[in-house]
């Protein structure tokens, strides 16, 4: 004699699941359709096709969205498309610009994420990383990720993209480096003082100088508390660095 037939209820906690899974995936699926669209919308209003009124000056131009080697598109493409999903100008220039370099700059990366394989958001980090390489640069970092691309985190692209920059435009990393040299500085507005005797301090430093600062700063603002100090934690890093200035005054600079 055959067993009676058990009749299985549906866990309705599992359901919710099952229901966010699929709404998950059908959301990134939009995703990519969205995705894909911009970038076909950008490569359908080339800024060879501007008519003459569009050139003027003062009216439309051509939009330099992705990196070098991609083609320039009407800057009036733009606004419109954001308009149409729900974006400022400015949102949607950057979601424009990063489907355009994937699309034409980053063709293997491109392809898994037309195939559902890799994640819009993920490969807009991939983009956003790559805008400013060489067309050589990008081609090798394309090459290195994509069949990463549905795993790799910021980290392992922006190591992936230094160790691509190193390799194929070491002068421009170095020129780049220079550049970046140049920003640090150490400013004391001392024209503008107020009414108190007080003026802004700003600068630029390396991470490692910045740090060590802070922890020097952090260690006598705790001292001076210590001492008998009740000023707030903010005040007494600001004379923090009055007293560390005066203990150093004497400070000895190796030469290398």
């Known amino acids: 004699m055959n067993p009676p037939l058990q009749h299985t209820t549906p866990d309705p906690v599992r359901a919710l699941l099952d229901e966010a899974r699929d709404c998950r995936r059908a959301a990134e ?3 990519r359709r ?8 950008a490569l359908a ?14 009216t439309e131009n ?19 498309f954001a308009a ?13 610009a990063d489907a355009l370099e994937l699309r034409a700059r980053l063709p293997r990366c491109w392809k898994r994420v037309a195939a559902g394989e890799v994640t819009v958001w993920r490969a807009r980090k991939i983009a956003q990383a790559t805008r400013l390489l060489s067309p050589a640069a990008a081609d090798l970092v394309d090459q290195r990720l994509a069949s ?18 190193a390799q194929v435009d070491p002068e421009l990393v170095a ?3 220079r550049e970046s040299e140049d920003k640090r500085h150490f400013t004391v507005e001392s024209r503008f003082v107020d009414y108190f005797g007080q003026v802004d301090v700003h600068g630029t430093l390396d991470l490692v100088d910045a740090l060590d600062l802070d922890d ?6 705790a001292q001076l508390k210590d001492c008998g100090s009740t000023e707030s934690l903010d005040a007494r890093r600001a004379q923090a660095l009055g007293e560390l200035a005066r203990r150093e005054s004497a400070l000895p600079i190796r030469s290398e």
């Open 34 to 41: 969205v995705f894909i669209a911009a970038a076909e919308w």
């Open 62 to 80: 051509e939009l330099a969205l992705a990196g070098d080697g991609a083609p320039l598109v009407a800057e009036f493409c733009v606004p419109e």
């Open 175 to 177: 020129e780049r480096k």
């Open 216 to 221: 020097a700063i952090t260690a006598i603002a």
């Open 148 to 165: 990463f691309a549905h795993a790799i985190g910021g980290r392992g692209i922006d190591q992936t993209v230094k160790a691509v920059e």
């Open 29 to 31: 699926d939009l995703d």
């Open 84 to 96: 149409a999903i729900g974006l400022s100008t400015d949102a949607g220039h950057l979601y424009m």
């Open 45 to 58: 209003h080339p800024a060879a096709d501007m008519d003459d009124a569009a050139c003027l000056p003062g």
